[in-house]
């Protein structure tokens, strides 16, 4: 647990060091009948010389953890996001980047999650997630042969 805390407190520090970053947001109910929201961040680290001068950038991408939702509207998604990014210092403003599934709640222009996100941190572009498209590629590809489409049954069955 120990290790945990520190790892995630570096994780977090260097987020706030980057110059901007990026959040991708997916929910999911686990096994349990939980629904939980994953948080990866995506952010940009300037490596530094004994001079302190920048002599290299590195990309990270990391998984931040799973947060339990109980509103399923934009809104509450955004509180949740707001309240986690607010606990940990993260300034909104540095968001550049959003991602998430096409599902209008995470979407909608208007009301949707990006657009709320967009309000408050006004450079936080939306991206529809690449890994649902794949997930679209690959269910689309596969519905078309029979040994899948029994083998998918056979697993939802169990």
Avoid at 84 to 89: G, H, Q
Avoid at 104 to 115: E, F, K, P, R, T
């Amino acid at each position: 647990m120990l290790l945990s805390k520190h790892a995630k407190t570096k994780i977090f520090e260097d987020i706030n060091e980057a110059p901007f970053f990026s959040i991708i947001i997916d929910t999911i109910r686990d096994i349990s009948k939980i629904d939980q929201m994953s948080i990866v961040f995506r952010y940009v680290k300037i490596i530094k010389s004994s001079e302190n001068i920048p002599v290299d950038i590195k990309i990270f991408e990391t998984f931040t953890g799973f947060y339990e939702t109980h509103d399923h509207t934009a809104s509450g998604l955004k509180q949740l996001i707001i309240k986690e990014l607010e606990e940990k210092s993260i300034s909104i403003s540095k968001c550049v980047g959003q991602g998430y599934e096409r599902a209008n709640v995470m979407s909608g222009n208007y009301n949707g999650l990006q657009a709320k996100l967009k309000n408050r941190g006004k450079n936080a572009d939306y991206i529809h997630c690449a890994s649902h498209n794949l997930n679209f590629v690959l269910n689309d590809a596969v519905n078309g042969i029979s040994e899948s489409v029994n083998f998918f049954e056979v697993v939802e069955y169990l």
